[in-house]
């Protein structure tokens, strides 16, 4: 009997032992947490407050961890503190009241903060609400939307844009963040999204008095009507006759492309419109970037298919070859010069180029099939 006792005895300093190493080891797991907390915070003033962005790091900590760092930041004096304390926490309501309270006396990057937490959540009526307290100078705005776009949250940035192009209309940086932002609509194919992106970009700009980079809204927007349905050939030559005519394109464009472009409607818009002033406007391109490969296989292609003007035709196809041998459809055209030169054997080994390239594209199969038809009937 004394010995029982004595061993339940052992047993329950062995259990109080364990539960007081346990509440140790938590309470360690707690305060480190704490700590980290605290110290991430402790540095937030002399960060800049919109790099990086806190709703989007990984959280720091869950479960009872969890509440008992949200109830330490609870008690941070600053709303902006706060806020950052529960975006690491992953209370985003939390911290999108703490970022509010701060927006409302004026601190322009908790605004910003505001606009990435309501975007997030797909509200963005209150999303752009928030932006019409931000007054950042336009590096800041474009480091912040930067930032949005490095995340790849899929989150509308345009408004952004236009934000800073309200507040500083003079400034290029402003056109070049619309013209990505609308471009991104591009990207996930929302056509419509994008050409209203454009031509509202061309509204502002005349409301504005300025015409910084029209040009590659103006493209931009007859590139969409020129190739996505429905298709509006003439309203896509109103935009490019546009951009020829203002020819201030942004972030370093290649103006040759306009021309290439207007040279494909006026093609498009036959009998209005002739072979020859298509060429013309493929010709300027070249002029323009003489290593463009379009305008090389584009002037090949008139030469080839309405002028008959098949020695001219072979040079400009070699040409952009010469340049750039990996499209497949240089060697269906170079295959078919060959072909009205009566020079059939280089015809089937363009023909067979093609098919290295992409083999089973049909084709350059059938032509390939009617050119050793045609060798085998001038067999003897």
């Not at 600053?78 to 950052?84: F, G, M, S, V």
């Not at 509204?203 to 493209?219: C, D, L, T, Y």
């Amino acid at each position: 009997m004394r010995r029982t006792n004595q061993y339940l005895r052992l047993l329950f300093v062995l259990a109080l032992v364990t539960s007081a190493a346990w509440l140790v080891a938590r309470q360690i797991q707690q305060d480190a947490g704490l700590r980290e907390l605290v110290a991430i915070i402790n540095r937030l003033p002399e960060k800049e407050q919109l790099n990086p962005i806190a709703c989007s790091l990984t959280r720091l900590a869950d479960g009872a961890d969890k509440t008992a760092l949200q109830e330490a930041a609870g008690r941070l004096t600053k709303p902006t503190w706060r806020a950052t304390a529960y975006c690491l926490l992953g209370d985003y309501p939390s911290a999108l009241a703490a970022y509010e309270q701060a927006a409302s006396s004026g601190d322009g990057g908790s605004a910003l903060q505001v606009y990435f937490l309501q975007a997030r959540q797909g509200d963005m009526q209150a999303a752009k609400q928030a932006l019409n307290s931000v007054h950042f100078s336009d590096k800041q705005l474009q480091e912040f939307f930067t930032s949005v776009t490095n995340l790849k949250l899929n989150i509308d940035l345009l408004p952004v844009a236009q934000r800073m192009a309200e507040l500083y209309p003079g400034d290029r940086n402003s056109w070049n963040l619309w013209l990505n932002a609308a471009g991104v609509y591009e990207s996930a194919s929302n056509w419509q999204r994008a050409l209203d992106a454009y031509l509202e970009a061309i509204r502002v700009q005349e409301e504005a008095g300025v015409r910084i980079g029209r040009s590659s809204f103006e493209q931009a927007a007859g590139r969409i009507y020129q190739i996505r349905k429905p298709i509006d050939l003439n309203r896509a030559l109103s935009c490019y006759n546009a951009a020829i005519s203002d020819m201030d394109f942004l972030q370093a464009a290649n103006p040759s492309y306009v021309f290439i472009y207007r040279g494909e409607v006026y093609q498009g818009l036959r009998p209005a419109y002739t072979a020859s002033q298509a060429l013309q406007e493929f010709l300027h391109s070249l002029e323009l970037d003489p290593k463009n490969y379009w305008a090389m296989q584009a002037i090949a292609s008139v030469y080839l298919n309405d002028l008959k003007d098949y020695p001219l035709a072979e040079f400009y196809i070699n040409q952009a070859i010469g340049l750039n041998p990996a499209p497949v459809y240089a060697y269906l055209i170079r295959g078919d010069v060959y072909r009205q030169l009566g020079n059939l054997q280089s015809a089937i080994a363009a023909y067979q180029d093609a098919l290295t390239r992409q083999p089973g594209y049909q084709t350059a199969l059938d032509r390939l099939a009617a050119v050793q038809a045609e060798l085998k009937k001038q067999a003897p």
